[in-house]
C-alpha cells in the first residue's frame, strides 16, 4: 500500500514563499513521476509540475519562473518550493505519484495553500 502524505501548506501574504513537502511510504517503483496539482473552489484540478524519476520537470505556464520542483529519491519526497506567491495560487494542493509502466496512481490527501492580497 502506498500513502502520500503533505505538508508545509498555509496562510501567506501576496509576495511571500512556501515549501510543499510530499512524502511517500510502502512500495516505491523505480520508474515514477511525481507531480503538485491544485484545485481552486469551483475550478478543476490542474497540474502545477511534475518531475520524473530521472529528474526531467515540466511546469504550468502560470508558475513558471516562480515554483520549483524537486526530488529527493533517498526520502521518497517531492518538495514544491513557492516563490512570488500570489492570491490566485490559493487552492488545495495535491500531490501525486504514478507511472504508467507499473500502472500506478496514487494521490494525496491535499494541503491548503492560501495566499491573501
Known amino acids: 500500500q502506498v500513502q502520500l502524505v503533505e505538508s508545509g501548506g498555509g496562510l501567506v501574504q501576496a509576495g511571500e514563499s512556501l515549501r510543499l513537502s510530499c512524502v511517500i511510504s510502502g512500495s516505491i517503483f523505480s520508474r515514477n513521476n511525481m507531480g503538485w496539482y491544485r484545485q481552486a473552489p469551483g475550478k478543476q484540478r490542474e497540474l502545477v509540475a511534475t518531475i520524473t524519476s530521472n529528474g526531467i520537470t515540466n511546469y504550468a505556464d502560470s508558475v513558471k519562473g516562480r515554483f520549483t520542483i524537486s526530488r529527493d529519491n533517498a526520502k521518497n519526497t517531492v518538495y514544491l518550493q513557492m516563490n512570488s506567491l500570489k492570491p490566485e495560487d490559493t487552492a488545495v494542493y495535491y500531490c501525486?505519484?504514478?507511472?504508467?509502466?507499473?500502472?500506478?496512481?496514487?494521490w494525496g490527501q491535499g494541503t491548503q495553500v492560501t495566499v491573501s492580497s
Open positions: 501525486r505519484y504514478s507511472s504508467l509502466y507499473y500502472g500506478i496512481d496514487y
